[in-house]
């Protein structure tokens, strides 16, 4: 398992799956198999848990493969950003890739919340809406910073 507490707040994914934490908020990072750390399941821990966080991306393609949409906790379809500031920081744009595979967006920031991107590419996002047609891969709320580094 994989542990986030104030004082430390870095992850690093060690999984290239889609799966779920089972119990956002109790400080360790719990998909069900021992040692895993998905992207999906760290940033639902790190949403639960709040304040500043960060997360690092080994080289891979890291597909969401969960489909559902109209939730805000990052359990199903987009990555869900619900608050504080979450820095993830890939390998490289090259070689470090977050992949919607077209189930949903890639990325929902909600109020409140901070994102930053360094050394990944994000795509195949899909809009719901005509009018999220420049949002298909990032949905950013009404007042969310959205941060994209190192281009």
């Known amino acids: 398992f994989g542990t986030i507490e104030d004082d430390d707040p870095l992850l690093t994914v060690n ?47 890291y597909w969401l493969t969960i489909p559902g949409t109209g939730e805000d906790a990052a359990a199903k379809g987009d990555l869900d950003i619900a608050q504080g500031g979450l820095t993830i920081t890939g390998a490289g744009a090259g070689s470090t890739v ?40 990032i949905m950013i709320a009404t007042g969310v910073w959205f941060v994209v580094e190192g281009w």
């Open 98 to 137: 977050i992949d919607a595979a077209g189930l949903d967006r890639v990325f929902h920031i909600l109020p409140g919340a901070v994102l930053t991107l360094n050394g990944v590419t994000i795509r195949s996002g899909r809009m719901r809406r005509w009018f999220y047609r420049v949002a298909s891969v």
């Open 15 to 61: 999984s290239t799956f889609d799966k779920i934490d089972l119990a956002p908020g109790d400080g360790v990072v719990d998909t069900g198999t021992m040692h895993e750390i998905t992207l999906r399941a760290a940033i639902m821990e790190a949403n639960a848990i709040g304040g500043p966080d960060a997360i690092v991306l080994p080289a891979g393609t």
